[in-house]
């Protein structure tokens, strides 16, 4: 038995495997897919978190004999920019041993995904992938949605980064050519756009471990998402939910055939998913942990998490077939309203004095100048409430926004 744990791209949520696995007995090694973390996770990047630390530079052959010398038994992605790196050196180093090989796209790119989805026959949403203005316009025609609701991103991003919507009768175009050929915040181009239906219900975040291809739920949770302006990836709260809940076992049959779809056999999962008037569709799949501060809440809810179940299962053989939900909890995304110099940290004077109160963190300090909420990246704050009565959550949490209501931020 190895006792080294190789970890590609442990940013984000996956800078949270290091001690896990070493409290588990493994040596934890870092695999970087550059010689620099994308951009979005430098502040999560510890090399001085790991025994080795080794970066990819082009030649995968060359890592993976590297990476021999550690005898593995396995590799994991600790992030979304480590998903395909990790693929491709399971495939040298422990052939047949991880997901499907020939869909690995489809757990990154969000056009590979719809196409694995149809080739499954599982519903999606109409969408297309295109650098060409032209064919996208012919694209909208033939599908009867030229002047409606739609949604524009990049086929490779993350946490709502570049996510639009164009409303009715809206220029499509000029969203369009805003995500065409920047570089997002996983560090990528634009090369295309994917456009995309708009989607109306309720959206669900479901968390998944996988052995041998068989799929167990880790947490189930209920979104709320507000827009402003032209940005819907903005988020507002988070709601966990019981898997015995009506709405999660509505959700979980599809969920299955998703993973199954993009050729998840083993590992985490985290499934967007869009219950609809005509069933559930997919946002989007990943095949790593649930990032944003989702291990710690999904841990009080439930008392388990993606981290912890990896580790179970790769360190000790331990595979769970579902999970339980041991208290109600709310998380709540503070929203900065515009740019500018957060002055009034006092607003929220009293939320610690809340009866569902549990933890709050304020991302940046007071009269520093702080982004507008755009996406998850860029939010105020995050309060967490835990309570056994819904109504009290309820109320607390209007009391949190009314709190928000009162933040000033003035402009540089």
Same mark, same amino acid.
């Given at each position: 038995?190895?006792?080294?744990?190789?970890?590609?791209?442990?940013?984000?949520?996956?800078?949270?495997?290091?001690?896990?696995?070493?409290?588990?007995?493994?040596?934890?090694?870092?695999?970087?897919?550059?010689? &620099?973390?994308?951009? *979005?996770?430098?502040? /999560?990047?510890?090399?001085?978190?790991?025994?080795? #630390?080794?970066?990819?530079?082009?030649?995968?052959?060359?890592?993976?004999?590297? !990476?021999?010398?550690? &005898?593995?038994?396995? !590799?994991?992605?600790?992030?979304? /920019?480590?998903?395909?790196?990790?693929?491709?050196?399971?495939?040298i180093?422990?052939?047949?041993?991880?997901?499907?090989?020939?869909?690995? /796209?489809?757990?990154?790119?969000?056009?590979?995904?719809?196409?694995?989805?149809? *080739? +499954?026959?599982?519903p999606?949403?109409?969408?297309?992938?295109?650098?060409?203005?032209?064919? +996208?316009?012919?694209?909208?025609?033939?599908?009867?949605l !030229?002047?409606r609701?739609?949604?524009?991103?990049?086929?490779?991003?993350?946490?709502g980064?570049?996510? @639009?919507?164009?409303f009715e009768?809206?220029?499509?175009?000029?969203?369009?050519?805003?995500?065409l050929?920047?570089?997002?915040?996983?560090?990528?181009?634009?090369d295309?756009?994917l456009?995309?239906?708009?989607?109306?219900?309720?959206?669900?975040?479901?968390?998944?471990?996988?052995?041998?291809?068989?799929?167990?739920? #880790?947490?189930?949770?209920?979104?709320?998402?507000?827009?402003?302006?032209?940005?819907?990836?903005? @988020?507002?709260?988070?709601?966990?939910?019981?898997?015995?809940?009506?709405?999660?076992?509505?959700?979980?049959? @599809?969920?299955r055939?998703?993973?199954?779809?993009?050729?998840?056999?083993?590992?985490?999962g985290?499934?967007?998913?869009m219950? $609809? +008037?005509?069933?559930?569709?997919l946002?989007?799949v990943?095949?790593?942990?649930?990032g944003?501060?989702?291990?710690?809440?999904?841990?009080?809810?439930?008392?388990?998490?993606?981290?912890?179940? $990896?580790? +179970?299962?790769?360190v000790?053989?331990?595979?769970?077939?579902?999970?339980?939900?041991?208290?109600?909890?709310?998380?709540?995304?503070?929203?900065?309203?515009?740019?500018?110099?957060?002055?009034?940290?006092?607003?929220?004077?009293?939320?610690?004095?809340l009866? /569902?109160?549990?933890?709050?963190?304020?991302l940046?300090?007071?009269?520093?100048?702080?982004?507008?909420?755009?996406?998850?990246?860029?939010?105020?704050?995050w309060?967490?409430?835990?309570?056994?009565?819904?109504? $009290? !959550?309820?109320?607390? @949490?209007?009391?949190v926004?009314?709190?928000?209501?009162?933040i000033?931020?003035?402009?540089?």
């Amino acid at each position: 038995m190895s006792d080294y744990t190789i970890i590609v791209d442990p940013l984000s949520t996956g800078q949270e495997y290091p001690a896990a696995f070493r409290e588990a007995g493994r040596r934890p090694v870092a695999v970087l897919s550059g010689l &620099e973390p994308p951009p *979005a996770y430098t502040t /999560s990047w510890n090399p001085q978190d790991f025994d080795h #630390v080794h970066y990819f530079t082009g030649d995968i052959q060359a890592l993976a004999e590297e !990476l021999r010398q550690y &005898e593995p038994e396995y !590799l994991v992605p600790g992030a979304e /920019s480590g998903v395909e790196l990790c693929d491709q050196l399971i495939e040298i180093l422990l052939p047949g041993t991880g997901n499907v090989p020939a869909l690995a /796209s489809a757990r990154r790119d969000k056009w590979d995904m719809a196409q694995a989805l149809t *080739a +499954a026959g599982v519903p999606r949403l109409r969408q297309v992938l295109t650098a060409d203005e032209a064919e +996208a316009e012919e694209w909208l025609k033939a599908n009867d949605l !030229l002047g409606r609701r739609l949604v524009i991103k990049p086929p490779k991003s993350a946490a709502g980064d570049e996510v @639009y919507v164009v409303f009715e009768g809206g220029d499509w175009r000029e969203r369009f050519h805003r995500v065409l050929g920047r570089a997002n915040k996983m560090g990528l181009i634009n090369d295309a756009v994917l456009i995309q239906e708009y989607a109306e219900g309720t959206e669900y975040l479901v968390d998944t471990y996988s052995v041998d291809g068989v799929h167990a739920l #880790v947490d189930v949770c209920r979104y709320t998402k507000v827009g402003r302006g032209d940005k819907i990836g903005i @988020y507002r709260r988070i709601d966990f939910l019981a898997e015995d809940d009506a709405e999660v076992q509505a959700l979980w049959p @599809y969920t299955r055939d998703v993973l199954d779809a993009v050729g998840i056999r083993i590992g985490c999962g985290h499934v967007e998913v869009m219950m $609809t +008037a005509d069933g559930p569709r997919l946002i989007e799949v990943a095949a790593r942990p649930a990032g944003g501060g989702h291990q710690m809440v999904s841990e009080l809810a439930t008392g388990d998490n993606h981290i912890k179940r $990896t580790v +179970a299962h790769r360190v000790r053989g331990e595979v769970r077939d579902g999970f339980d939900l041991v208290q109600h909890l709310r998380g709540i995304f503070i929203i900065a309203p515009q740019e500018g110099y957060f002055r009034n940290r006092e607003a929220f004077d009293g939320i610690e004095d809340l009866k /569902s109160f549990h933890w709050w963190k304020v991302l940046h300090e007071e009269d520093a100048v702080v982004p507008a909420t755009v996406d998850l990246f860029t939010c105020l704050a995050w309060v967490i409430l835990i309570h056994s009565d819904p109504q $009290t !959550l309820d109320e607390d @949490y209007a009391r949190v926004l009314e709190m928000e209501e009162k933040i000033i931020i003035e402009t540089p």
